[in-house]
């Protein structure tokens, strides 16, 4: 009963320094989604894609790149990490009909770059 | 780019209490949806609303589509201890083209109660 994995749970980065966040789901979705999670802000969206082989620029998307490796699997990398990305970061997925409008969750990962 | 206010910030409120919260949009959506966030979790949606004008209900938990389509509404009656976390909402476009299933967040409500 996995759902939307992320990896890792916590990750402490100092300034500068790149990292990958993975994210998984098993749902068989067309669609996946990154979000970040800043205090009054909501959820904003850094990037998505709507099926395999496509990812388009969200809200926010300056700072990140994205992979979508396969159905499965769309990481979010940051290339050189700032102060500004210590948030925490959702994956999301959809099964990406029309009709199938509830998008799923992961637990999130808390980021701190110092 | 979108905007969704979302109101209050935060509530405090006694058990058994009724809580009202909405979310208001500067443009049409011909979506919204109401999720719940409990700390060190995700969001897990309440309620899809898909319709103008449309009145949906999840056990205690009732929301509505504005009939203008840039605003929703979300009531909790009998408040109990379990309903504490942050409640949001978030609009969805017109699916088709690059907007497709992308959904905007309001800023989040904020609900403690107290026992």
């Known amino acids: 009963n996995a759902g939307v994995t992320q990896t890792p749970k916590f990750q402490v980065l100092k300034t500068g320094q790149s990292m990958t966040l993975q994210c998984a789901q098993d749902m068989n979705h067309n669609s996946m989604y990154w979000y970040r999670q800043d205090p009054g802000m909501g959820l904003r969206l850094i990037y998505y894609s709507a099926s395999e082989g496509t990812t388009d620029k969200g809200e926010v998307p300056n700072g990140y790149n994205v992979s979508r490796l396969n159905k499965r699997e769309f990481s979010l990398r940051l290339e050189s990490a700032a102060p500004s990305q210590t948030s925490v970061y959702f994956c999301?997925?959809?099964?990406?009909?029309?009709?199938?409008?509830?998008?799923?969750f992961g637990e999130g990962s808390w980021l701190t770059v110092v | 780019g979108q905007q969704l206010n979302q109101s209050p910030q935060s509530m405090f409120i006694q058990e058994g209490e009724d809580v009202s919260m909405n979310c208001t949009s500067s443009s049409i959506f011909n979506t919204w949806l109401w999720y719940k966030q409990d700390p060190g979790e995700g969001p897990v949606l309440l309620i899809a609303l898909y319709k103008a004008g449309e009145l949906t209900s999840n056990g205690r938990l009732t929301a509505q589509f504005g009939i203008t389509r840039k605003d929703s509404f979300l009531n909790i009656s009998a408040s109990i201890p379990s309903d504490v976390g942050i409640y949001f909402c978030a609009g969805q476009l017109q699916a088709g083209g690059t907007s497709y299933g992308k959904l905007t967040f309001g800023q989040g409500t904020i609900l403690t109660v107290h026992p």
């Open positions: 999301a997925s959809r099964p990406g009909t029309a009709s199938g409008n509830t998008i799923y």
